[in-house]
């Protein structure tokens, strides 16, 4: 398919998705009362554009650091999870509310993005130089496994039931009742973490004929796996700081855009970011419109999206492999 048709395509989706994340809710409020005195212009200045606004970067940075990763390692079935970044930062924003007893936006980000840029340093430490992808992924490995355990444990031993609902809610994952607060913190991490990685689409290229060619090439694996690093880093950190865990993205979009794409990595880079904005903004929107008084965590949503992928995914693989 033509890449700048399929980007454009998008694109629109994804305009059409953010005009429909403004309107939809408990309360829907129609494109007629945007531009005129309606009070109702305040639910979304106020209440309904932070949230799509924290959609649209999440969703492109969960997608994009997704295919990236996939790429990278040269592994369908990897997503950020695998390099532990999402743990650690849920990590650092369980220990704000149990040890800290704070969740304010500014405290909960900061110790969020801390434990993030900690396991970032450590990943790259535990697998500097390495001859292949396989230390990296069991580095990261390490590390999710290792983030799990210290949130379990801070949940185990939070004071009272009022802080372990308060993480509890929080690890479920959502944008409920987010503000330009959480904008302001988290875009400027996003953005710079997604350019990042958008560096790496040459080196990735060259990846898919393996590690030796691509040395051959000129590709420096260091300095690419330096970017994947940083740029998972920072945009998963950020993301994870102001919206708790939400799972799948990276790992359904760039499966649902490959056939559309091609086999060269670096064109499904920009696709995968946009296709992450879309899934992220729909699941968000629908999420809304849950029946009774609350609403579905974002998280619990891609969660149940996501499992049955997975699994079609896993029988797929093995299918392939059989013939």
Not at 222 to 247: I, P, Y
Request: aromatic share 6%.
């Amino acid at each position: 398919m033509n890449r700048l048709a399929l980007n454009l395509g998008l694109a629109l989706l994804v305009a059409l998705l953010f005009a429909g994340s403004l309107m939809a809710g408990k309360f829907w409020v129609p494109p007629a009362a945007w531009f005129s005195q309606d009070p109702r212009w305040w639910i979304i200045a106020e209440l309904r554009l932070p949230r799509a606004l924290l959609g649209l970067a999440i969703g492109a940075a969960l997608g994009l650091s997704g295919a990236v990763l996939q790429g990278f390692l040269r592994n369908p079935l990897a997503d950020p999870a695998v390099v532990g970044v999402s743990s650690s930062a849920a990590l650092g924003a369980v220990a704000s509310i149990v040890l800290l007893g704070s969740t304010a936006p500014l405290v909960l980000f900061g110790c969020a993005m801390a434990a993030a840029c900690g396991s970032m340093l450590l990943l790259a430490g535990l697998a500097w130089r390495a001859e292949s992808a396989v230390a990296f992924i069991l580095a990261g490995t390490v590390l999710a496994s290792l983030g799990a355990a210290l949130t379990s444990f801070l949940i185990s031993i939070a004071p009272n039931p009022y802080a372990t609902a308060e993480i509890l809610d929080w690890i479920m994952g959502a944008l409920t009742d987010r503000s330009y607060a959480e904008v302001q913190l988290a875009l400027p991490f996003i953005v710079a973490g997604c350019a990042l990685l958008l560096l790496t689409g040459r080196a990735l290229d060259a990846l898919t004929l393996g590690e030796a060619a691509a040395r051959s090439m000129g590709v420096r694996l260091e300095r690419t796996q330096l970017l994947v690093v940083l740029g998972t880093g920072l945009a998963v950190g950020a993301s994870v700081a102001v919206s708790g865990v939400v799972g799948f993205v990276g790992l359904i979009v760039p499966h649902l855009l490959r056939p559309l794409t091609g086999a060269r990595p670096s064109a499904l880079l920009l696709p995968s970011a946009l296709g992450g904005a879309a899934l992220v903004l729909a699941a968000d929107s629908l999420v809304r419109l849950s029946p009774g008084a609350g609403e579905i965590r974002l998280g619990i949503a891609m969660a149940l999206l996501g499992t049955p992928f997975f699994f079609a995914l896993l029988l797929k693989l093995r299918r392939s492999t059989w013939n």
